[in-house]
């Protein structure tokens, strides 16, 4: 079976209307494109071969703008049920039957993990629509422009893959499965997540549709260790949080949010990063569990760094009250 019909297929089964990729109309618009040029070449009496202009007056006025939308609107709709679902999860005592009860969701703790994983699958379908759909823009064009469009994309924010969200999600499926497996119940939830690791390095991986896989490196840039308390900044790139605070220039204390806008990320250098940071708490679940030794160790260590960051801090303020 075909992509294009079993992506369409996929869409038309949800139960709720989900955004998604128009891939029958831009793959229209790519064959009028074709139709266009090679009309053009009759003409003209040129080989059909030959490219497309570097801006292909046919599509890019309707194909890339038609497809920044439906990225903005695939993403923006997962992020916000992701939220949800693992806001649910992680409350405790009355602040959990509160929420339950406000409707943020219905059912019981099997629908919980089944849309975890309906969630999971409607990330990974539409960024293999999104590579596949712009693999054929630059096959038709003869070009790299949907590669170009991709990055673009990333220094927006709308690449579906780079979401702290799904890394939160899968971590989520990894630790239900463990925790079911160790109490002796059948797994029910998603089987293609897991953590890896690769010359002690450890990855968060998935099988995508299609057959392609999903690596998500979590040894920190920073310190060049396991993400310990790890954050994923707005562009996507997952630090250890005080390495995180270190690279922005605030303290603990202080925070991430109190981090200036001209900020820049230590990997992408892109600004403004911090102030949407999210923390990957279901990550921190997985790591602990999977590397106790290390994180015991990485605790002791971060508990003395913050005590003298607080210490510190406090002494200033004292001075800084006193007029000293």
Not at 5 to 27: H, W
Not at 91 to 109: D, M, N, P, V
Not at 119 to 139: F, M, P, Q, S, T
Request: glycine fraction near 6%; charged fraction near 25%; include cysteine.
């Amino acid at each position: 079976m075909k992509f294009c019909k079993k992506y369409q297929e996929y869409m038309q089964g949800q139960e709720k209307k989900l955004p998604g990729v128009g891939f029958k109309k831009l793959k229209k618009i790519l064959k009028n494109c074709r139709r266009e040029f090679q009309s053009k070449n009759d003409v003209h009496g040129v080989l059909h071969n030959q490219t497309c202009p570097q801006h292909c007056p046919v599509c890019d006025g309707t194909f890339f703008p038609s497809l920044l939308k439906e990225m903005s609107d695939i993403v923006g709709c997962f992020n916000e049920r992701a939220q949800k679902l693992l806001e649910l999860h992680l409350a405790s005592g009355f602040r959990k039957y509160f929420i339950w009860f406000k409707g943020k969701l219905q059912g019981s703790h099997v629908a919980l993990i089944q849309e975890g994983k309906d969630l999971v699958n409607y990330a990974l379908i539409n960024a293999v629509a999104i590579r596949k759909i712009l693999k054929k823009y630059d096959k038709v064009h003869f070009s790299k422009q949907g590669q170009a469009f991709k990055s673009q994309a990333q220094s927006m924010h709308i690449e579906i893959l780079q979401s702290p969200w799904l890394c939160k999600l899968m971590a989520f499926h990894i630790n239900l499965r463990e925790t079911k497996v160790k109490s002796g119940m059948t797994p029910a939830s998603f089987e293609g997540c897991y953590l890896t690791f690769n010359d002690g390095k450890p990855f968060l991986s998935c099988e995508l549709f299609d057959s392609v896989k999903l690596d998500i490196d979590l040894t920190c840039s920073i310190c060049l260790d396991t993400v310990f308390d790890p954050v994923s900044l707005t562009c996507g790139h997952i630090f250890c949080y005080m390495c995180a605070c270190s690279a922005a220039s605030v303290s603990i204390v202080n925070g991430l949010k109190a981090a200036e806008p001209k900020e820049k990320c230590p990997l992408c250098r892109e600004a403004g990063v911090y102030e949407g940071f999210v923390h990957l708490d279901e990550l921190s679940i997985l790591l602990r569990r999977s590397c106790s030794e290390y994180w015991e160790q990485r605790l002791q260590m971060e508990r003395a760094e913050r005590v003298r960051q607080a210490k510190e801090h406090w002494e200033s303020q004292c001075q800084a009250f006193v007029g000293v």
